[in-house]
């Protein structure tokens, strides 16, 4: 099904549509059964699977403690999954630290996480904590390990269900190779519903 836009379809009775796409027969008095349509504004994205998902552009400011300039931060954000998609890689070795600072407080009731390493073989522990006071403390959700060994093992996917009301700060501790050795965080997706 096809939607005419307002301003494609002719103000008089009679008039041609020159230059346009004919209207289905039977549809003469297309001005009478207008679609009626608004654009809403919404914080608010559909992802692929059709849930929704925060634009997290739209109600919070993202902290990090670095970012390589190929890889910025905003890949993390920017909806492309699975393997080959763009990501965010810390430009130190060493353990990394992501903030999300929200607007107003939000509430979660999941967080997915994917994280891709095509070269490194590696053991990346990712801690996700919360905050309800501004940022002042944080109380840790949960802890993750994912083993990566290229070119077998190397994109993880997790999604988790969690019940949080007034957050105010997301925060995310990742170690990048739990082992010790020298090595950059990643981080390809994170999304919130």
């Not at 095509?118 to 006071?133: F, G």
Request: charged residues 25%; proline residues 5%; aromatic residues 4%.
């Amino acid at each position: 099904m096809s939607v005419l836009v307002a301003s494609e379809i002719p103000r008089t009775r009679g008039q041609s549509f020159e230059g346009r796409v004919e209207a289905p027969t039977g549809l003469e008095n297309m001005e009478d059964q207008m679609l009626r349509k608004q654009i809403l504004t919404t914080h608010q994205t559909m992802s692929d699977h059709g849930t929704a998902e925060k634009d997290i552009a739209a109600v919070a400011t993202v902290l990090v403690s670095s970012e390589d300039p190929r890889h910025p931060i905003d890949h993390a954000f920017d909806g492309q999954r699975g393997p080959g998609a763009s990501r965010w890689i810390a430009a130190q070795s060493g353990e990394q630290t992501l903030i999300l600072a929200f607007d107003t407080p939000q509430t979660i009731r999941k967080i997915l996480v994917e994280v891709e390493e095509p070269e490194i073989s590696r053991t990346q522990e990712m801690a996700v904590s919360i905050s309800q006071d501004g940022g002042q403390t944080y109380r840790e959700l949960m802890r993750q390990e994912y083993n990566f060994s290229p070119p077998g093992t190397t994109l993880e996917h997790e999604e988790w269900s969690i019940k949080a009301d007034a957050i105010s700060h997301l925060q995310l501790r990742i170690k990048p190779d739990k082992g010790g050795k020298a090595g950059r965080a990643t981080l390809t997706t994170l999304a919130l519903e």
